[in-house]
């Protein structure tokens, strides 16, 4: 029993392996071919987002979207697969927690995010692709009732503010218009599709 273990663990080892040159191979292959990847005007990205970040007193969850122009087919490096955009959206999310609530109980908020952010782009494998966005984001948040009325710094989620942001993320492309894409970062977490 240990030999077969032991040989099925070699096996594994050895596809595994294999597998991982292929893909490695194939993803060198791509991002050396400068200008291999969509040629598109304008992404549309619907998502769902989690705010994981204290941002008020908890996290938060909600639904947004996000346009990205491209403004250089062949990004900054040449010799490179990549492209620059500007991206920009709005994200609508629901706090149910209250940061300044004994009790937690009906003192929830809801905050808007408008990031706009610098996306590069890398397109590093046939299917997949993955991007840095520096930026910032406009929030504006509001209660959903009146319970936490004289608790001090109550007020203060419905301020507008700026602040910086920062995402990383990576798309799987089903095909040259349709891609899953992933995306972290301050302040939020999102999963949706990209139409291109």
């Given at each position: 029993?240990?030999?077969?273990?032991?040989?099925?663990?070699?096996?594994?080892?050895?596809?595994?392996?294999?597998?991982?040159?292929?893909?490695?191979?194939?993803?060198?292959?791509?991002?050396?071919?400068?200008?291999?990847?969509?040629?598109?005007?304008?992404?549309?990205?619907?998502?769902?987002?989690?705010?994981?970040?204290?941002?008020?007193?908890?996290?938060?969850?909600g639904v947004g979207g996000r346009?990205?122009?491209?403004?250089?087919?062949?990004?900054?490096?040449?010799?490179?697969?990549?492209?620059?955009?500007?991206?920009?959206?709005?994200?609508?999310?629901?706090?149910?927690?209250?940061?300044?609530?004994?009790?937690?109980?009906?003192?929830?908020?809801?905050?808007?995010?408008?990031?706009?952010?610098?996306?590069?782009?890398?397109?590093?494998?046939?299917?997949?692709?993955?991007?840095?966005?520096?930026?910032?984001?406009?929030?504006?948040?509001?209660?959903?009732?009146?319970?936490?009325?004289?608790?001090?710094?109550?007020?203060?989620?419905?301020?507008?503010?700026?602040?910086?942001?920062?995402?990383?993320?990576?798309?799987?492309?089903?095909?040259?218009?349709?891609?899953?894409?992933?995306?972290?970062?301050?302040?939020?977490?999102?999963?949706?599709?990209?139409?291109?």
């Open positions: 029993m240990t030999r077969f273990r032991c040989g099925a663990l070699a096996a594994a080892a050895v596809v595994a392996a294999t597998l991982c040159t292929e893909s490695g191979a194939r993803a060198d292959d791509t991002i050396k071919r400068p200008g291999d990847h969509p040629d598109y005007s304008v992404e549309i990205e619907p998502h769902g987002v989690f705010g994981w970040s204290d941002f008020y007193g908890g996290n938060g969850f346009f990205s122009i491209p403004v250089v087919q062949n990004g900054f490096v040449p010799k490179l697969n990549n492209s620059v955009a500007v991206s920009f959206g709005l994200d609508f999310l629901h706090y149910s927690g209250c940061a300044y609530n004994v009790n937690n109980i009906g003192c929830g908020a809801n905050y808007l995010f408008f990031p706009v952010a610098l996306q590069w782009n890398f397109f590093v494998a046939q299917q997949w692709s993955v991007f840095g966005e520096p930026g910032l984001f406009i929030y504006h948040g509001f209660y959903d009732t009146d319970v936490c009325n004289g608790i001090r710094f109550c007020n203060t989620p419905t301020a507008t503010g700026v602040n910086p942001a920062f995402y990383a993320g990576g798309r799987y492309h089903f095909n040259e218009h349709v891609a899953l894409t992933m995306r972290i970062g301050y302040p939020t977490i999102s999963i949706g599709v990209s139409f291109m």
